[in-house]
T-cell receptor, first 115, second 112 residues
């Protein structure tokens, strides 16, 4: 157990809908990262938040957005869902996000299925 | 941006033999190189990492070697066991940019 928690574990929804994925980082970690992993694909970095502020952005679609709250948990919002958004979404956390080489610890993931 | 290539994409080895997975990267400023193991449907788990001031690091049956001049690093698993079967991902970070760029993964199968 990495100490990173994600809810829900599974999510099944229809095209056009909106969902919210939640992540709680390890105690003491200030950075949260979101990744997308499609079937048999690698891990694609979406976005990073550090202590409530957006720090780095990857291949995140405009239909997707995220935020980190004062208690450091983060939410990833996916809207106007398409079939191709079906994937495993992982959250990871690390101690800091300011020019360090911290280890990233991954949560168990949320499996999103869009029908 | 950083470009990471990982080879091979699949690897089958007899139980007890060694397995080697190699990654190359493009940005010479990169200085953090973790390896993750992912079992089917589960989260990536860090198994070993190396930083650019070290050339080799070992943890029991797992070792990572780094060649900064050639910009490549490798994962070595000795005395392989069935529980080593998984997908292995290399990743590269860069000082000042916390983004991890992952390789495309290697599916390792240990044949009993």
């Amino acid at each position: 157990d990495s100490g990173v928690t994600q809810t829900p574990k599974h999510l099944i929804t229809a095209t056009g809908q909106r969902v919210t994925l939640r992540c709680s980082p390890r105690s003491g970690d200030l950075s949260v990262y979101w990744y997308q992993q499609s079937l048999d694909q690698g891990l694609q970095f979406l976005i990073q938040y550090y202590n409530g502020e957006e720090r780095a952005k990857g291949n995140i679609l405009e239909r997707f957005s995220a935020q980190q709250f004062p208690d450091l948990h983060s939410e990833l919002n996916l809207s106007s869902l398409e079939l191709g958004d079906s994937a495993l979404y992982f959250c990871a956390s690390s101690v800091s996000g300011r020019g360090s080489t911290d280890t990233q610890y991954f949560g168990p993931g949320t499996r999103l299925t869009v029908l | 941006g950083e470009n990471v290539e990982q080879h091979p994409s699949t690897l089958s080895v007899q139980e007890g033999d060694s397995a080697v997975i190699k990654c190359t990267y493009s940005d010479s400023a990169s200085n953090y190189f973790p390896w993750y193991k992912q079992e089917l449907g589960k989260r990536p788990q860090l198994i070993i990492d190396i930083r650019s001031n070290v050339g080799e690091k070992k943890d029991q049956r797992i070792a990572v070697t780094l060649n900064k001049t050639a910009k490549h690093f490798s994962l070595h698993i000795t005395e392989t066991q069935p529980e080593d079967s998984a997908v292995y991902f290399c990743a590269v970070n860069n000082f000042g940019n916390e983004k991890l760029t992952f390789g495309t993964g290697t599916r390792l199968t240990i044949i009993p």
